[in-house]
């Protein structure tokens, strides 16, 4: 199976701009979940997905929206992009059922640079 | 409230000694307990997870980690380090009760094994 992809690897962007990265789950997964990763800090979630349904959001503002397709593969999209939005965004994707001792599957994240 | 706390920041250790990260942590009820390990430029990717049961569990590359609840603490171990276990690595916690899948991450410790 191929794991979590991301798209894109990076990108730069300015302040003001809207930015939409991607995600497809491992195959047969559900549920996506956002984490953003600023430089030195751990991930923080941003949200998570199950079914095409938000199921949790992170302390993020509105600037922040997210969507899942039928196919679970996902789009995290940010607006008004400010200079403290660079960082990694991280994708995971869980198993096959959401029990909550399941571990998540991380993508290798897409590097995002506010200029 | 969840909370993880990695005390330190970087861990140096010499090929071949024993390794130890620590991390503590802090939620409502049972927690499940994670260890990722991230690579220069990469995604996280999965350790080792306490769920139930003995305290001691082993994971992927030879690492284990010691659930110990009256210290609330869950510090990653290996007996033997390689220089290729030198990597950022996050302890990570998710309470029980949590109504959606929200993993919430120490903020890392980097790891520096020397030849």
């Known amino acids: 199976d191929a794991g979590v992809t991301q798209s894109p690897t990076h990108l730069i962007k300015t302040r003001g701009q809207h930015v939409t990265l991607r995600c497809s789950p491992i195959s047969g997964h559900k549920s996506v979940s956002w984490y953003q990763q600023v430089l030195g800090q751990g991930p923080q979630f941003i949200f998570q997905?199950?079914?095409?349904?938000?199921?949790g959001r992170g302390n993020f503002p509105d600037r922040f929206s997210a969507r899942q397709f039928p196919n679970y593969s996902s789009e995290l999209n940010v607006n008004a992009l400010l200079l403290g939005d660079s960082a990694l965004y991280l994708c995971a994707s869980r198993g096959r059922t959401v029990a909550p001792y399941n571990e998540q599957f991380f993508g290798p994240g897409t590097r995002l640079t506010v200029l | 409230a969840q909370s993880v706390a990695q005390p330190e920041d970087q861990v140096n250790v010499a090929e071949g000694n024993p390794l130890t990260v620590k991390c503590t942590y802090s939620?409502?009820?049972?927690?499940?307990l994670f260890w990722y390990v991230q690579y220069p430029n990469r995604g996280l990717q999965f350790l080792l997870k306490?769920?139930?049961?003995?305290?001691l569990v082993k994971g992927s590359y030879g690492f284990e980690a010691e659930f110990n609840k009256s210290q609330t603490s869950f510090h990653l171990k290996k007996p033997s380090a390689l220089v290729s276990d030198s990597a950022l690595y996050f302890c990570a916690v998710r309470g029980w009760n949590t109504g959606f899948q929200k993993l919430v991450f120490g903020t890392g410790t980097r790891l520096l094994v020397s030849p």
């Open positions: 939620v409502s009820g049972n927690p499940y």
């Open positions: 306490y769920i139930t049961g003995d305290n």
């Open positions: 997905y199950y079914e095409k349904e938000e199921r």
